[in-house]
């Protein structure tokens, strides 16, 4: 009897599962070193929102924030990276978070408004008959 599913994986040893994964960290490395390095010649060493300015000792706080979150978009004209300090990009990505913004993808669905009670609703039309 033979089964329809599909086959197990094949069994790596230590060494070879090791390379695999040592090659997957020297890709990601190699792909960020890339647009860090094109975004700090093209942007001033400035965070973009604090305006903290860096120089060769502390540089490595500077970090390429990705504008529309979404780390595969690296337009060679750094349309999509904003420098920010360590700081500002920790806040950024945690307000992301914050609104519910899961699908990393550079979209983000919009939401309905949680609050409806709006408190000054009748103050103009209040003002205007206090004129009378």
Not at 100 to 121: C, L, M, Q, V, Y
Request: aromatic share 6%; net charge positive; charged share 30%.
């Amino acid at each position: 009897m033979s089964s329809k599913g599909p086959k197990p994986p094949a069994k790596l040893s230590k060494e070879e599962m090791d390379r695999i994964v040592q090659r997957a960290r020297d890709a990601k490395k190699d792909r960020l070193q890339g647009y860090r390095e094109q975004s700090l010649r093209i942007h001033p060493w400035v965070c973009a929102r604090c305006g903290r300015e860096f120089t060769s000792k502390n540089l490595q706080l500077l970090t390429v924030h990705h504008k529309d979150h979404n780390h595969n978009n690296n337009p060679p004209d750094g349309s999509n990276w904003e420098n920010l300090c360590v700081y500002c990009h920790d806040n950024e990505h945690g307000r992301y978070l914050d609104d519910g913004a899961d699908d990393h993808d550079g979209t983000r669905e919009e939401k309905t408004p949680s609050i409806t009670h709006n408190p000054f609703a009748a103050l103009g039309d209040m003002l205007k008959n206090q004129k009378k």
